[in-house]
C-alpha cells in the first residue's frame, strides 16, 4: 500500500512503545468527585444545575441556546455539592460543576435513534444533544463541522487516525477495540455530509490497526446500514509531524489544498477524529452522551503508563497514586502531546473532552534551556508545513509590527510546534505566535468596539 505524506514537517522521537499495546483501562477517582467546566467547545453554557440538586449519568447539566454551543452531561450519577472557578488546561479559570458520586446508577441516556432513517437535522441535533465535540484537541462543534455552508458539496469523509503526536497511542487502541463503532461512525458522518467517499487515515508506524480495521469495513460492506457504506477504505500516510493536522491530512490524502483563511469543506472534505467517531455512533446507537474520555497516561515518571477510560471533570491528581504511581522527578506536566501540549502547574485540573494525554517528564525529556540569539539558518522555514517564514513572523512580533506578522503567515500557523523543535537556538516560536495572535484579536475587537461607539467612522 503506497504511502502519502506533505511537504514539510518533522520525524520526532516517537515513545509510542510504552503504551500502544496496553489495552483501554477503565479508571475512577479516589476522591468519587468530578470538576466538570461549563463549557467545553463551542459558545459559553449556562449551568442548568444549583448545588444540592440530584443528577444521574447522562444528564444535561450546562447549555446554551445558540447554535454554536455545546451542552455538557454529567459524568457520573451523584449530588452537586457546589459550582466554582477551578484551573483548566490553558492555564485559565473557569467555572466547574462539582459532582460527588452516589449509590444510585441512575442513568438518564438519551433513546436509541437510527440516523439513516431519520432527517439529517434531526441527527444533526442528536449530535448538538449528546454534547459532541472534536476529541482531536480542537473541541470544535461536531454537529457544525457536519453541516457545511450552503452549497458547499463534500466529496470527501477523513477518519483522522494519524495520532502523530509522540508518546499518545489512546486513538491506536480506540481503532484496535472499537474498529467497528468507528466505521459505523464514518459511515453515519458521511450520509449526513452527502460524502461519496470515506477514508480512515493512519499512520504506517500502525499498520498492525489494519486485519482490525479491514475486518470492520468488510462487516459493514456485507450489511450495509445507509448510502456510502460501500465506499470506505484505509488509506495509509508516512509517519511525519503534524500528519494528523487537519490541512496536512487533506494534502495528503486527497492532494487538496485548503486556501489561507478557509475551512476543508471549500476543497469538498470534512475531517472528524476517530475518537469523535466512535463517540458519534454510540450517541445514535446507544443514546450516549459524551461523558467519558479515553486518553494516554505516560512519560517517563508516570509509574503505570497506559491508555485509560475516565470519567470528564475527573482531576488527574484525583488518579495519584491509586491509579497512576510517579517517581521522583517530575519536571514538567503536560496536558496533550509534548509537540502541542500545554504545561501545568500541578496535576490538580480536570479531564476534559478534549484530553488526549497527559505526561510526567523528567529533565531527560525535556529541553529547559534558555533562549539564545536567532541565528537566522532558516530551518524553522524548511519544517514548517504550512510553508511559512516562522523566522520572519518572530522578528516582526520582536518589532511590534503585527501587519507586518500577519503578512508573513501569523494567523496560518497551526501552531504545531515544528520550528521550536528544529530551532537552535531554542526559541519559543510557538509561545510567540499565540501571543501574537492574541494581540491581533484584541487589537481588532478594539477596533470593532471603537466603530460602535462611533468613535472610528
Same mark, same amino acid.
Given at each position: ?273 476517530? $475518537?469523535?467517531? *466512535?463517540? /458519534? =455512533?454510540?450517541?445514535?446507537?446507544? +443514546? ?5 474520555? &479515553?486518553?494516554? %497516561? ?30 521522583? $522527578?517530575?519536571? *514538567?506536566? /503536560? =496536558?496533550?502531546?509534548?509537540?502541542? +501540549? ?5 496535576? &490538580?485540573?480536570? %479531564? ?35 510553508? /511559512? =517564514? ?68
Amino acid at each position: 500500500m503506497k504511502t502519502k505524506s506533505f511537504k514539510g514537517g518533522i520525524h520526532p522521537p516517537e515513545r509510542k512503545r510504552t503504551t500502544e499495546s496496553f489495552p483501554l483501562t477503565p479508571a475512577f477517582p479516589s476522591t468519587k468527585m468530578v470538576w466538570i467546566p461549563v463549557t467545553q467547545g463551542g459558545m459559553p453554557n449556562t449551568p442548568l444545575v444549583k448545588p444540592g440538586d440530584i443528577v444521574a449519568l447522562g444528564q444535561k447539566i450546562a447549555a446554551a441556546d445558540t447554535n454554536m454551543s455545546v451542552p455538557v452531561h454529567a459524568s457520573i450519577s451523584g449530588i452537586v455539592k457546589k459550582i466554582e472557578n477551578r484551573l483548566v488546561p490553558g492555564n485559565i479559570e473557569v467555572p466547574c460543576i462539582v459532582i460527588e458520586a452516589d449509590e444510585s446508577g441512575a442513568t438518564a441516556f438519551m433513546p436509541p435513534m437510527d440516523p439513516f432513517t431519520c432527517t439529517k437535522e434531526v441527527a444533526l441535533e442528536r449530535i448538538r444533544d449528546a454534547g459532541l465535540v472534536g476529541m482531536g484537541g480542537a473541541s470544535f462543534p461536531t454537529h457544525v463541522k457536519l453541516k457545511p455552508p450552503v452549497g458547499t458539496q463534500i466529496e470527501y469523509l477523513l477518519a483522522n487516525g494519524a495520532e502523530c503526536e509522540p508518546f499518545l497511542t489512546v486513538d491506536g487502541r480506540i481503532m484496535e477495540e472499537h474498529a467497528a463503532a468507528v466505521v459505523d461512525g464514518i459511515a453515519i458522518a458521511m450520509h449526513i455530509t452527502g460524502a461519496r467517499t470515506g477514508l480512515l487515515l493512519i499512520e504506517d508506524n500502525k499498520r498492525w490497526l489494519l486485519p482490525s480495521l479491514t475486518k470492520a469495513i468488510a462487516d459493514q460492506k456485507s450489511n450495509p446500514v445507509g448510502a456510502g457504506a460501500h465506499s470506505i477504505s484505509v488509506k495509509v500516510c508516512r509517519t511525519k509531524y503534524p500528519q494528523g493536522s487537519e490541512k496536512m491530512l487533506i494534502k495528503a490524502a486527497v492532494g487538496r489544498e485548503v486556501p489561507s483563511g478557509r475551512l476543508p469543506s471549500v476543497v469538498g472534505c470534512v475531517v472528524q477524529n476517530v $475518537g469523535t467517531l *466512535k463517540a /458519534l =455512533s454510540e450517541a445514535f446507537r446507544l +443514546g450516549k452522551p459524551l461523558i467519558e474520555r &479515553a486518553l494516554t %497516561i505516560s512519560g517517563g515518571a508516570c509509574g503505570a503508563p497506559g491508555n485509560y477510560v475516565v470519567p470528564v471533570g475527573t482531576l488527574m491528581g484525583d488518579l495519584i497514586p491509586e491509579v497512576i504511581p510517579l517517581y521522583p $522527578g517530575v519536571v *514538567k506536566i /503536560l =496536558s496533550g502531546g509534548p509537540m502541542m +501540549g500545554c504545561a501545568m502547574k500541578s496535576a &490538580a485540573f480536570p %479531564i476534559q473532552k478534549c484530553t488526549s494525554g497527559i505526561l510526567f517528564l523528567t529533565e531527560k525529556e525535556t529541553i529547559l534551556q534558555e533562549e539564545s540569539a536567532c541565528i537566522g539558518c532558516g530551518r524553522c522555514i524548511v519544517a514548517c508545513n504550512c510553508g /511559512l =517564514s516562522p523566522v520572519l513572523m518572530d522578528r516582526a512580533l520582536r518589532a511590534d509590527n503585527l501587519q507586518e506578522a500577519i503578512r508573513c503567515g501569523l494567523l496560518d500557523c497551526v501552531e504545531c510546534g515544528s520550528c521550536s523543535y528544529v530551532c537552535p537556538a531554542q526559541i519559543q516560536l510557538v509561545q510567540r505566535f499565540r501571543v501574537g495572535k492574541q494581540r491581533v484579536r484584541a487589537a481588532r475587537q478594539k477596533k470593532n468596539k471603537e466603530s460602535v461607539d462611533g468613535t472610528v467612522r
